[in-house]
């Protein structure tokens, strides 16, 4: 009795033509190997399952398989199985109307992209050290205890457990008046600032001022929902609100501002919720590393001062890994339903990673990580801040207490030399410039902004030396 085909072997799309079977799969065959579109090292079906697949004798095909090759197309190997042969000869493929021959004889591929040696760049952990073990452990015990249901299509603001769970963390790690029903996960911070500035525009909003020192990409996000930024003054004290008054909304970093490294002081963090609550204004709150405070206890989140005017943006992407695409926003009441909304009538963040972040926090897997993480970090930056001391005392290291990054004052008119010495060593920096506002009515500084996050510990002391190495003195 045949078997179904659809259990068989793996799928390829080929359509015999021309006179004869067997010639007819040869051809097209030969002609998808020519083309490219089956890449050399390409695994094809077994000739038993090819067979069932097109309907034909399973003979017609071994008989093609073994025309091609003899003729050089295909490579057969035992335990192996057939593949398309390495070296294909080259045939003109039309890009963009007009002919180009892959160099290599070989279908088109994305250029590989050149890794620095050392990566001092902020905005991203030490992946080496995400914690799979506990993850897959969580990621069992969560798929295992779900109801099918939860994997349909879903609320748009989350997993249920998953919010739950948040509001539990949020409320007692940063200080956060959570109620799960006020949350909406989303796939990362960008992707929840979209839906924000989707929000914020249909509400009639026009301009949202911004931090004079930041990542550009945010403005760019508001933009595209048009909305129109200006950035507000920056001193020793963080950012200064005074100039709020055109803006229906603010953007900040409260907890610790990227990049300069201070927290907004208490006096202004008053002053900001004031003018919310004057105004009718919303804050939009990025505590996009809230948990890593070295010195003192974590500083409380905003949000927790006016739950009704603050959103409470966060994100797995710095204790966790960015490739996880989780993040979540607490948002005042009416404002959750809006954002919902604007996400769609559907959830669009995996199901299953929602469900293994929620048990990862209710079992305690996550405080532990985040401690443990805590501490390397805490070492690497007071062996950053020793080395520089100790190496290269001209310049300055300040925003220390908390995060990722350190900033590195540099002697004026020598931060865009010491970027390209450090890119001539396969050292990747970024300077302050990078993270200022254009707009910005600011003092131009001479800095570095140095993540001490993203190596790995095995590589710690070597990008220590090479930053050492390109740093004035």
């Known amino acids: ?148 249901q939860a994997l349909d299509y879903g609320d748009p603001r989350g997993r249920p457990e998953l919010r739950a769970a948040l509001a539990g963390y949020l409320s007692r790690a940063r200080g956060v008046r959570a109620d799960p029903e006020r949350i909406v996960v989303c796939a990362g911070f960008a992707h929840g600032l979209k839906l924000l500035g989707t929000v914020l525009r249909a509400r009639g909003a026009r301009t949202v001022a911004v931090e004079s020192y930041g990542l550009g990409a945010h403005g760019s996000i508001l933009a595209a929902s048009g909305l129109h930024t200006t950035p507000l003054p920056f001193d020793r004290f963080g950012t200064d609100p005074r100039d709020l008054a055109a803006a229906e909304a603010v953007l900040l970093t409260p907890a ?91 959830d669009t963040c995996g199901v299953l990673d929602q469900l293994t972040l929620a048990e990862f926090l209710t079992s305690g897997a996550y405080d532990r990580h985040v401690r443990a993480t805590r501490l390397r970090y805490r070492r690497r930056r007071d062996a950053l801040v020793a080395a520089v001391a100790a190496r290269a005392p001209e310049a300055r290291v300040t925003g220390i207490a908390a995060g990722l990054h350190v900033l590195l004052s540099l002697p004026p008119g020598t931060e865009q030399s010491v970027v390209q010495a450090a890119h001539w060593r396969g050292l990747a920096l970024h300077g302050l410039a990078r993270y200022t506002n254009p707009a910005a009515q600011a003092e131009p500084v001479d800095a570095l902004v140095v993540g001490y996050g993203t190596p790995p510990d095995h590589a710690w002391s070597g990008a220590l030396d090479a930053l050492c190495a390109v740093l004035p003195g």
């Open 256 to 346: 610790h501002q990227f990049p300069m490294g201070v927290p907004l002081h208490r006096d202004r963090r008053t002053a900001v919720v004031d003018w919310a609550r004057r105004t009718g204004g919303l804050v939009l709150e990025d505590d996009y590393d809230g948990e890593f405070r070295y010195d003192r206890q974590p500083i409380g989140a905003l949000q927790g001062l006016d739950p009704d005017r603050v959103v409470y943006l966060g994100t797995a992407s710095k204790s966790l890994a960015p490739g996880l695409r989780l993040a979540w926003m607490v948002l005042p009441p009416g404002l959750a339903e809006e954002a919902a909304a604007a996400k769609g009538r559907v």
């Open 1 to 148: 009795m045949a078997e179904p085909w659809a259990t068989l072997g793996i799928d390829l799309l080929v359509e015999p033509t021309g006179p004869g079977l067997r010639r007819g799969l040869t051809d097209a065959l030969r002609e998808a190997a020519r083309s490219g579109r089956l890449a050399p090292g390409t695994r094809l079906p077994s000739s038993r399952a090819l067979a069932a697949d097109l309907g034909i004798a399973r003979n017609t095909v071994a008989d093609a398989y073994a025309d091609l090759v003899a003729e050089g197309w295909l490579t057969a190997r035992q335990g192996s199985g057939t593949r398309v042969a390495m070296g294909v000869p080259p045939t003109p493929l039309r890009q963009w109307g007009r002919e180009v021959v892959p160099q290599s004889g070989t279908a088109p591929h994305p250029r590989a992209l050149t890794r620095p040696a050392y990566d001092l760049r902020p905005g991203s952990p030490d992946l080496a050290s995400f914690p799979r073990a506990e993850w897959l452990k969580a990621a069992r015990r969560a798929l295992t205890a779900a109801p099918y």
